[in-house]
């Protein structure tokens, strides 16, 4: 997801995607 995004409502996970390589947490979180 883009910087910045609040797609995912649960903080825990903002944190994760900010130390998460992109794509690999959009297809964790996002499937």
């Known amino acids: ?3 910045g ?3 995912p409502p649960c ?3 903002l944190i994760i995607e900010a ?4 794509g690999i947490n ?4 996002f499937e």
């Open 26 to 29: 959009e297809n964790i979180y």
């Open 5 to 7: 995004t609040t797609v």
């Open 11 to 13: 903080p825990s996970k």
């Open 19 to 22: 130390q998460t390589p992109r």
């Open 1 to 3: 997801s883009p910087p």
